[in-house]
């Protein structure tokens, strides 16, 4: 799913590209324990969606915030998307946000940060609220980024902790 976003630096550095919608992912999915990864926005126009998704749902040919086993946080009102359906969830984000990803697959939890505050009042330090992604219980999951929009693109810096993450921002 990634003919429409341009990786550089590594693959660290993503932007789509204009009229592909590219969703692009990352090559390790884990099926158990806990990781916590960051993406910087360099630019957004108001249509980046960052997130999680399985196997299944990252290998089909369709934007990965319409399928079941895929979780998205949309930059335009801060909405949560999981199977084309959309909750009100955090706050909107754009350039120069960090949005944090802790994924806790021993239980079964999704968390999301904006500039090191997690969002829906949850803490993954406290193991409270989150997002419950017990329905990929087992499977692998990719980290994602996308652009909604054919005519716009998108630009963020993935961080797995090849540098140090934003201030306060990682759970304990």
Not at 1 to 17: F, R, Y
Not at 155 to 171: I, K
Request: no cysteine.
């Amino acid at each position: 799913n990634g003919s429409g976003s341009a990786p550089a630096n590594g693959n660290l550095d993503i932007t789509t590209t204009d009229g592909s919608y590219g969703d692009i992912g990352t090559t390790i999915a884990p099926t158990s324990g806990k990781f916590y990864v960051e993406f910087t926005i360099k630019s957004d126009t108001d249509r980046a969606m960052i997130g999680i998704a399985s196997n299944s749902t990252f290998a089909a040919n369709t934007q990965f915030h319409t399928l079941p086993d895929a979780w998205a946080y949309y930059s335009t009102g801060g909405v949560l998307y999981n199977n084309s359906a959309s909750s009100n969830f955090g706050d909107s984000y754009g350039p120069n946000d960090v949005i944090g990803i802790a994924l806790d697959k021993d239980n079964n939890k999704l968390y999301f940060s904006k500039n090191g505050t997690f969002q829906n009042s949850s803490n993954p330090s406290a193991g409270t609220g989150g997002i419950d992604i017990s329905g990929v219980s087992g499977k692998p999951s990719f980290f994602i980024v996308n652009d909604v929009s054919s005519a716009a693109k998108t630009s963020v810096a993935f961080n797995a902790g090849q540098r140090p993450f934003a201030p306060s921002s990682a759970p304990t």
